[in-house]
């Protein structure tokens, strides 16, 4: 990645990237593991699937010029919680709590902040939980706490969040009264679509084995 205003500042630019980029491996490969133990111990899949990605140069700027910050490399580590973001996606809100809780619960984890928009939602109608965390990255000659951000929400939240982004940009944060209304309404049915599938799978869980094979001798007879 090139933040070409950073000619005098490259080096120490390539530096943090690689520290990020060394970040985002590290919890990848901690939330694959954890994923990986629940899929053998409960036969169940938390996780539906992880993105990661390091923040473009633009949307790093424009943080910087919001926060009244200017750009130097040492203002984007001390100011830009999301250089480095990952997006963790699960199949129910109950999950989300699980995997938070998870990843607080490892010594070389530090949770620096968290954000629950699901207990309190945005007024647009955002949710997902934001965790901002620091992990230790081992270099040759020091260990450097590297920050990262991860977002966990539920299939659900995150088709939300994907669509509300591009209605976002397209009307440059501006989008007519009615949209955002309808957007809003679509959050709820969001919630209600999350509240409905976590009670199916409470009671699919309630089921016992013996239940189950009862109900197919049933169908068989
Ligand atoms: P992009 O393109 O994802 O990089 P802080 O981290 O506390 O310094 P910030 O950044 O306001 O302050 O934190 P917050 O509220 O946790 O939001 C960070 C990210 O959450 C955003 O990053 C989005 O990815 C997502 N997000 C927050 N609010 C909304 C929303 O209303 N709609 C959607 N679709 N996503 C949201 P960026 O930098 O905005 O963008």
């Known amino acids: 990645m090139d933040l070409p205003i950073f000619y005098n500042e490259a080096e120490e630019w390539s530096k943090a990237l690689l520290l990020y980029d060394a970040a985002l491996k590290e919890i990848n490969t901690k939330l694959e593991i954890l994923n990986n133990e629940f899929k053998i111990t409960h036969q169940y899949n938390p996780i539906e699937h992880i993105t990661s990605r390091i923040k473009s140069p633009q949307s790093i700027a424009k943080k910087l010029r919001h926060n009244e910050k200017e750009l130097t490399v040492e203002n984007i580590v001390k100011y830009v919680n999301d250089v480095a973001g990952i997006r963790i996606i699960c199949s129910f809100t109950s999950d989300i709590y ?57 299939i659900a939240m995150d088709f939300w969040a994907s669509l509300e982004h591009k209605i976002y940009y397209k009307f440059e944060g501006n989008a007519p009264e009615h949209i955002r209304k309808e957007l809003k309404e679509c959050s709820d049915i969001v919630a209600y679509l999350d509240q409905k599938m976590l009670s199916i799978n409470e009671e699919i869980k309630s089921y016992s084995k013996d239940r189950i094979e009862g109900y197919h001798e049933e169908l068989t007879q």
């Open 98 to 154: 699980r995997i938070a809780d998870l990843i607080t619960k490892q010594n070389d984890i530090k949770v620096l902040k968290i954000k629950d928009y699901i207990t309190c939602p945005k007024p647009n109608g955002y949710t997902s939980y934001h965790m901002i965390v620091s992990v230790p990255v081992f270099l040759s000659d020091r260990t450097i706490d590297t920050k990262v951000e991860i977002q966990i929400r539920t």
